[in-house]
């Protein structure tokens, strides 16, 4: 499968957005004494980390030619799911087996 130069870039792109994200977030220090807003960016927080790890592992997939492939069942993965999830490891089916 080739991968359109437009998804990586694409990738690329929102690799360094939540790179940023991520420091930012790290580099708040005003600790305003609220659970409620300490909650928060800690799940703000996770979900970055979560993210940088989906892109990540997309652009290492690109690098070593295994892009698009199921990660469960080695089929390919439908260009119109990786358009709309292009982090996707798995394909629809093997995606609903793997969160039941």
Known sequence: MTIDSTI?????EDF???????KELTEIN??????AQAHDRAALLAATRQ????ISGA???IADGTYGLCQRCETTIP??????????????????KHHG
């Open 16 to 22: 360094a957005v939540q790179t940023a994200r991520l």
């Open 59 to 61: 652009l290492r997939r």
């Open 79 to 96: 260009e119109e799911r990786l358009e709309v999830l292009p982090h996707a490891r798995f394909c629809v089916p093997c995606q609903q």
């Open 8 to 12: 990586r870039a694409s990738l690329s």
């Open 30 to 35: 005003a600790d305003t004494g609220d659970p």
């Open 51 to 54: 993210s940088l790890e989906q």
